[in-house]
């Protein structure tokens, strides 16, 4: 919660490459049990997931867990990482942590999205994504609650931020024609749920 503790709280600000919004949005919220399937060769749901990958990093920090030495250096995406170091990682603790990443996301969690086609106005640094960041950022009333769980994140960006991100923190705020395209999108989306 924040603006006083009364108000929800924006700890993320995401977007999404043409056409992978609902793969996107599945896999944040494990919406695909198939994708709990995983061995020392098949990469966990949070390694494609940084979202999940820094809750799962919080948990381990929390509890002081020396597997985030694992879970946090080693990208198991990458085949070549899961044929050298796949015999390091303890499945049955990923499965734990996933499933309780996946708990946290769906009870403490709720998302809300508008609709910008133009992939260029809203993606990266130069979209409205890391203005928005920028402006989230910059809000004196958003800050996190002393018992946020981020605030145990071995990322220090994080932690300061109150957001689960780390890019675009220190970007410029919305300006006057950002909030127009904001304010068009809303308006689109709404028409877009209504037809």
Known sequence: MGHGGDKP???RIGTHKDGNFRSRIKEQYLLDESWMNFDKNKPKPSDRSIFRKNIGRVLLSKDRDSYLQIWNNIDFMLRENRELWGNKRNIEKERKIEEEITRILRERFSFR????????ERIGSKGLE?????TITRCKLCKPSASWLGNYSPIQKVRESGLW???HLKAYPINENDKEIVL???????SWFKA
């Open 184 to 190: 068009s999108a809303i308006e689109r989306t709404k």
């Open 9 to 11: 709280r924006i700890v």
């Open 113 to 120: 999205f508008i609709m910008i086609d133009n992939q260029m």
């Open 165 to 167: 991100l780390v890019q």
């Open 130 to 134: 890391s203005s928005l960041i920028g």
